[in-house]
């Protein structure tokens, strides 16, 4: 449906290239996320300029294989607020979790180097996210999608790195 709404103004296109699925290395997100990261990017809103995007993420697997992750996201001139996701493998390529900002679930897949993240956020707002990881294991680019109605009405181009301790 946004092919043909792209002719629109204020429809938000997606990047021209995402990086390609690979089989190795395997995304696994308790490993990337465990730990500090830093994200940086830009957020593209309909009929809006980009906004530059940092999000600061601590992880933690617990003995029961959970990932916490706590981030503090950083929007433009927006006040700093904070976010959580909570993680677990319930198959070799699948996952699900929460999120603060999500109404519902959150389902995950991993196809090769490319993790999928599907949720709902607040508001009924439809999510797609696409994380690849690097070749280093250590970098991951993002490409997550906003919907409304069927229309794409934002898109976050981010890249994220784990930082040494």
């Known amino acids: 449906m946004c092919l043909l709404i792209q002719a629109l103004p204020g429809c938000v296109s997606m990047p021209g290239q995402q ?4 089989s190795s290395p395997v ?18 809103k309909i009929l809006s300029s980009p906004t530059p995007v940092t999000v600061h993420g601590h992880g933690l697997v ?30 070799s390529n699948i996952y699900r979790g929460s999120l603060t900002d999500a109404k519902g679930p ?3 897949t991993v196809d090769g180097n490319r993790m999928h993240i599907s949720f709902t956020m607040d508001g009924g707002f ?11 294991g250590q970098s991951a680019s993002n490409i997550m999608a906003v919907r409304k109605l069927g229309m794409r009405v934002a898109v976050l181009e981010e890249e994220i790195v784990k930082i040494s301790e």
């Open 106 to 108: 959150v389902s995950i």
């Open 19 to 22: 990086p390609a699925i690979v």
């Open 126 to 136: 439809p999510v797609d996210q696409y994380i690849f990881l690097g070749a280093d």
């Open 62 to 91: 617990d003995e029961e294989g959970i990932l916490t992750l706590d981030q503090e996201v950083l929007e433009g001139d927006k006040p700093p607020r904070k976010r959580s996701w909570r993680i677990h493998r319930i198959g």
């Open 27 to 44: 995304f696994d997100p308790l490993i990337f996320f465990a730990g500090r990261t830093e994200g940086r990017g830009n957020l593209k």
